[in-house]
């Protein structure tokens, strides 16, 4: 075994998976919910970018109802990102258990 060797291919893995980190903290993921009355575009990273609410679901007597529809949108949409960054991470790695990745 070339400890050499390994070292430089674990060095490239390294710098692959930083480089995939930094594209998927600016990659976007989008989500609907309520039948496309709230939409929620977050990163892959988890940051909330935009929340679109459409007037039809504004009623100020039943607030309740638009507080879950954001809140369902915002989930969903940080969910949907986890994964899709977990999907990428995995790619890079083959599937090994990597702690914090």
Known sequence: MN???LMK???QMQA???AKQEELSIQTVESSVGG????VIATCAGDVLSIKIAPSVVDPSDV???EELVLKGVQE???TGKDKA???MKKLTGGLGI???
Do not use: D
């Open 3 to 5: 400890i050499a060797k």
């Open 9 to 11: 291919q674990a060095q």
């Open 16 to 18: 692959g998976l930083a």
């Open 36 to 39: 496309g009355k709230v939409t």
């Open 64 to 66: 309740e109802f638009l």
């Open 77 to 79: 949409a940080i969910a």
């Open 86 to 88: 977990a999907a990428e």
């Open 99 to 101: 702690p914090g990745l």
